[in-house]
């Protein structure tokens, strides 16, 4: 028996909740400068190591929390990704197939009471809408594919309902993509939305400036944030081809991966960009104080199951430009105009330009957003989060025992 994300909770399980449990955690990277799929993992194990007793297994480990028990996992080969992928299932199951309450994978595993999953399955981005030749091809790409039948092999295993678990998602919109791609295992899946772990507001004036001078921005004009570790694919192109028509005191805050630096650095030269309307940081290992230092976040994302960045920087008080449903999961929680400014086009730079004009030049509408991402914020905290998925292990915990 499992909790359901919309009913109550059962009494027993609510009674059990309590229990303290070993959990193993799957996660090939733990660390602070990872994806949203990396902070979700590692603070949902911060907020539950109280209650808990918690062991990461992972290959790359940057993290340090008291009474969290760290695992690690070789890497023989970085590369290709599909042998590193095999080879961590196989690691980690062997590691966790007896001893803990729980395994929690955040992989692309075949075991693991609960898989959270953060990215759109793989079975739907090689089928989906394909038909006909379309359809025979793509499957003929697949059985000549090594690496795409590895994918697809742990996907399916992942999904399978051969004992308790329950399949967890970031967001509404990738559960029903999820749903579509696997309809025998819809009833195990829930959703547990990400969280921001406080609410501190925007920052007052003195703060902005002192955070501009420490990250080396311009102390006056308007700071246009964009956090993404995947440029591409979160829609920094069209940023910077919009940021061609903001006003000379407008400029724009890049943060993530360093390796893309060197070729978005000569895309924004090819757009004309002076280094004064461009700031590339790289990868900050917390991007708290440039929260601190915009005025507001655009994230004219292509592809995101959730987009953490979007409430981190809610939780913050700044407006948000954001893509609609269609193509980022919070949207599906947002309204337009109320508590951020949506996108149904992400990839039309004038539409972006005049939406970042509008939070830019319109007092009344930035306070709203403002205030209004706030109070969203407050509504989506990790802690609420970490309840949630305390239950889901309290129900496997007892459903594995026999006692329900």
């Known amino acids: 028996m499992t909790p359901s994300s919309d009913g109550p909770v059962p009494n027993d399980v609510e009674n059990r909740v309590h229990r303290r449990l070993r959990i ?36 790359e480990l940057e993290h340090a929390w008291p009474g969290v028990v760290y695992h690690p996992v070789s890497m023989p080969l970085k590369k290709p990704r599909w042998i590193n992928q095999l080879w961590f299932a196989v690691m980690t199951w062997w590691t966790t197939r007896r001893g803990f309450d729980v395994v929690h994978s955040h992989e692309n595993t075949w075991h693991g009471q609960v898989q959270t999953v953060h990215v759109l399955p793989i079975k739907h981005n090689l089928f989906h809408g394909r038909t006909g030749w379309q359809l025979a091809l793509r499957w003929l790409k697949v059985i000549t594919s090594p690496r795409l039948l590895t994918y697809i092999g742990l996907e399916r295993a992942r999904y399978r309902l051969d004992g308790p678990r329950i399949i967890v998602s970031t967001s509404q919109s990738l559960q029903a993509i999820m749903a579509q791609a696997y309809p025998a295992a819809v009833s195990a ?49 069209t940023l910077l081809q919009a940021m061609r028509g903001m006003p000379a005191s ?37 991007v708290g ?32 430009v954001v893509s609609g449903e269609k193509y980022c999961g919070i949207a599906g929680l947002l309204s337009d105009s109320k508590n951020a400014l949506l996108l149904e086009n992400p990839r039309d730079s004038a539409v972006l330009a005049q939406a970042l004009g509008r939070v830019i030049s319109e007092p009344q509408l930035y306070h709203q957003l403002s205030q209004a991402g706030l109070d969203f914020a407050r509504l989506h905290q990790w802690t609420v989060a970490a309840q949630k998925m305390a239950l889901i292990y309290a129900a496997l915990a007892t459903s594995a025992s026999g006692s329900v």
Do not use: I, W
């Not at 003195?206 to 955070?211: E, M, S």
């Open 250 to 286: 407008t400029y724009l805050t890049v943060v993530g991966n360093d390796e893309h630096l060197a070729q978005f650095k000569q895309e924004k030269n090819s757009l004309g960009l002076s280094d004064c309307k461009v700031f590339f940081l790289g990868s900050l290992g917390d």
């Open 289 to 320: 104080p440039a929260y601190r230092a915009a005025d507001c976040l655009v994230h004219p994302t292509l592809e995101d199951t959730f987009a953490m960045v979007v409430l981190e920087a809610m939780a913050h008080g700044l407006p948000v």
């Open 189 to 237: 899946m829930q959703v547990v939305t990400p969280g921001v772990a406080s609410v501190p507001g925007l920052a007052s004036d003195a703060d902005r400036g002192a955070q501009r001078k420490h990250l080396g921005l311009p102390e006056q004009g308007r700071c246009v944030l964009f956090v993404a570790n995947d440029f591409k694919r979160k829609g920094l192109p």
């Open 24 to 59: 193993a955690v799957l996660s090939r990277s733990f660390r602070a400068t990872g994806g949203g799929a990396e902070r979700y993992s590692m603070t949902l194990v911060e907020q539950l190591a109280h209650s808990h007793e918690m062991h990461v297994f992972a290959q």
